[in-house]
């Protein structure tokens, strides 16, 4: 493809090298005339030899200065100047041509990479050696509680020492585990560490994973296996028992005989009868635990069905002295199963009547909040006495009660349909009140 530009720079040597040889010897030989042209020859050939680098070299020049600063927007003319120039421009043009194709194709992966670490659910911060923040997705920030992470010093907002632990994390066989309080509630954090290097130098990549679902995912299967035994044995042993009673009750009850001991049997056989009765309902409302169906979610007005909760919470004698806040006005569509959004909705708004019944002011607040771009949130504040810390810790563990008549499983059955929608369920109680929040995810 060079091969003119070669023949025309070959010939131009040739003919300098030549001429240069030739000058001191027709000067010695008295061709002085023939030497002065000569010398003018020699210097047009170097202008020659010039103008041809020249000409070779400028557009190299400006093309390794375009693709240095990004710019593919230019073409040489192919169909204008000498044929070497025709030919130089198809090969710069067909360099530019690849080199431009490479960079779409790493803008590509570079934005397909961007879009799969912006969505993943696992938290990535990327930092360079001075461990300044690079790169940093939305799980991470999520899984944080702060609304953007430009700077680790941020960090301090949520502990004082999380600072120096991500600049001194290192790579290891075992994840780094802390504790972050955010507004959603505390969560459980497992940080793992790896080093990168790269051309521009050696990145830190930190992988954060909310390990409270997971805990919470197996906490949760192991108390449904648990009650599903415990069910079982318990029905299988009432139930001849209850059978059995009722056998006896109805042959002494028509058998007149012995009416003394008739009488002391009855009632004894009375008691047992109801007894295993009370205990297969107390089994029966453990059953509902393990029995909850798939959600099947459907988007709806949550307002309309709200206002549904709160008009049989009402039914409540107790709730006749709380005040209900709700604007009943303004629709929120949401994607959920409404029976089970029912369910939840009605089980947290009669703990929250028992909370307040007997305040004078009592009130449950119902909000709703649409600015986080995951989730659509639900608020449920009342401002009965704080819960305590300790209670709050267990408040979502099967069976932990602190009501007299209480079973224990009112919130443990709405933690576990929340996971079962890919949400969650918090709680923060302070002096003023003490609030519960449900978050189904954005579908």
Not at 44 to 54: D, E, R, T, V
Not at 260 to 285: D, P, R, W, Y
Not at 327 to 354: C, G, M, W, Y
């Amino acid at each position: 493809m060079f091969k003119s530009i070669d023949y025309k720079l070959g010939a131009n040597l040739f003919l300098l090298i030549a001429t240069a040889i030739a000058i001191p010897l027709l000067f010695i030989y008295g061709f002085i005339s023939i030497g002065v042209f000569a010398i003018l020859l020699l210097f047009i050939l170097l202008y020659q030899i010039n103008k041809l680098y020249s000409k070779l070299t400028k557009n190299v020049v400006f093309l390794f200065n375009a693709i240095e600063n990004g710019d593919y927007a230019f073409k040489f003319q192919e169909n204008i100047g000498s044929m070497r120039e025709r030919e130089l421009h198809r090969v710069m043009n067909h360099i530019k041509d690849i080199l431009a194709q490479t960079k779409r194709e790493i803008v590509e992966q570079e934005r397909f990479f961007s879009i799969v670490i912006e969505n993943v659910s696992t938290g990535i911060i990327i930092l360079n050696e001075q461990n300044q923040v690079q790169t940093v997705n939305h799980a991470a920030e999520q899984l944080l509680g702060l609304p953007i992470l430009t700077h680790l010093n941020q960090l301090q907002s949520i502990n004082s020492e999380l600072p120096l632990l991500f600049k001194n994390l290192e790579p290891s066989k075992e994840p780094k585990q802390i504790t972050v309080h955010t507004e959603r509630g505390d969560f459980q954090l497992s940080l793992r560490a790896d080093r990168v290097k790269m051309q521009r130098g050696e990145i830190k990549i930190i992988i954060l994973n909310n390990i409270n679902i997971e805990l919470d995912s197996k906490e949760m299967e192991s108390w449904i296996k648990l009650i599903r035994v415990m069910t079982h044995e318990i029905m299988n042993s009432i139930a001849p028992i209850t059978s059995l009673t009722d056998t006896l009750l109805f042959n002494l009850k028509t058998n007149t005989t012995h009416s003394e001991e008739k009488e002391i049997l009855t009632e004894g056989l009375e008691t047992i009868h109801t007894t295993a009765k009370e205990l297969l309902q107390f089994v029966q409302s453990y059953r509902q635990f393990t029995r909850i169906p798939a959600p099947q979610p459907v988007s709806f007005d949550a307002t309309a069905l709200i206002n549904k909760a709160i008009l049989l919470t009402k039914e409540n004698s107790l709730a006749k002295a709380v005040t209900f806040s709700f604007d009943e006005n303004t629709p929120h569509l949401i994607t959920a199963d409404r029976s089970h959004f029912l369910q939840v909705v009605l089980n947290l708004l009669k703990n929250a009547v028992e909370a307040t019944a007997h305040q004078e002011d009592g009130k449950i607040e119902i909000t709703f909040e649409n600015h986080d771009s995951d989730y659509d949130i639900i608020h449920i504040r009342n401002n009965g006495l704080p819960i305590p810390k300790e209670v709050a810790a267990q408040i979502f563990i099967p069976f932990f009660t602190t009501k007299e008549q209480g079973t224990g499983i009112g919130l443990s059955i709405s933690r576990y349909i929340m996971r079962m929608h890919g949400g969650t369920i918090t709680l923060q109680s302070k002096a003023e009140y003490t609030l519960f929040s449900l978050y189904f995810p954005r579908k």
